[in-house]
């Protein structure tokens, strides 16, 4: 964090008034969806993945220490936030501490290619993104990395762009926190599952829904950017009713510029940043399939930059 920044103020009730309404309303939807066959499920599936984006908002907050003022409720509200998704907290702050300081590099870079890349797996990885198929390898690597974190070590995930950076960062914040995440994260699904009778053929087409919706908006604001850390993203021009389910994250520009700000002070600062682009114009775009590289990977940030 920038030590001449100016504070913000965290509204911590607000934000705890909103993790408690989402965790009660996506427990009741669950339930509701649990009821009929996969097709209900289906149907009740799009509101559900629209709450849980405003979840995914919370746990970003979190991430930069914007949830509450004191630490170590920060992270309790993360770790809760984070049985939704499902991720434990501890992992995504340091995976998006990553995406901070190397956004629009070589281990970021999907919406391009160099000449000599396996057009296949560019092709797929890309699809895969804008399809949902990218939600899956969340939870499924949480559970790798809690149980072998050496497979971080091994040649594929060494010699792996999007990988490559991760091992030294997980190391150094340990695996210990993980693990006991994902233990209480199995204790909050096996309560749920089994107190409100959920059917987990149900609950995954309801996550299927979540897993589009969430997938195709992780990559909008950054697809076909300027290759630079900081200033490679969007300020998007979304409904305003969007804009408050993604805790004003449409402007994400502001975001990577300004990362210490919560998200009720975004959209203030987003009237002296660059203009907002069309959401929808952009998302097209993305469906046209990566470029070829014209610029050099910018050098990785090495310092936080955030709070945490």
Not at 275 to 299: C, D, I, K, N
Request: hydrophobic share 45%; aromatic share 14%; glycine share 8%.
């Amino acid at each position: 964090m920038d030590e001449d920044a100016p504070l913000a103020p965290i509204h911590r009730r607000l934000n705890i008034a909103l993790i408690v309404a989402i965790v009660t309303l996506a427990a009741v939807l669950l339930w509701v969806g649990s009821g009929g066959g996969l097709l209900w499920a289906f149907a009740v599936g799009i509101p559900f993945s629209f709450l849980l984006l405003t979840n995914y908002a919370l746990i970003h907050e979190g991430t930069h220490d914007n949830l509450h003022p004191d630490a170590r409720w920060n992270r309790w509200l993360g770790v809760i936030s984070g049985f939704l998704f499902p991720v434990p907290f501890s992992m995504i702050r340091v995976t998006h501490t990553v995406h901070h300081c190397c956004n629009r590099t070589d281990h970021e870079m999907f919406d391009q290619y160099y000449e000599g890349d396996s057009m296949f797996l560019k092709l797929g990885q890309w699809y895969g993104l804008l399809t949902g198929f990218f939600w899956p390898w969340i939870p499924i690597g949480t559970v790798l990395l809690a149980t072998f974190p050496g497979v971080l070590k091994t040649a594929p995930f060494r010699k792996a762009r999007t990988t490559a950076v991760l091992f030294d960062d997980f190391e150094r914040h340990g695996i210990a926190r993980i693990r006991v995440e994902v233990g209480l994260m199995l204790l909050f699904w096996g309560t749920l599952g089994w107190a409100l009778d959920l059917r987990w053929q149900n609950v995954m087409v309801m996550y299927a829904c979540f897993a589009f919706n969430w997938s195709t908006r992780q990559y909008v604001t950054h697809a076909f950017t300027p290759r630079d850390v900081i200033n490679g993203a969007l300020n998007l021009k979304v409904s305003r009713p969007m804009s408050w389910l993604l805790l004003k994250g449409n402007w994400d520009l502001v975001h990577h510029q300004k990362p210490w700000l919560p998200w009720t002070s975004l959209e203030a600062h987003g009237r002296d940043s660059v203009p907002p682009v069309s959401y929808y114009r952009q998302y097209l775009r993305m469906w046209a399939g990566p470029r070829p590289a014209t610029e050099p990977s910018p050098a990785r940030l090495i310092a936080t930059p955030t709070a945490g």
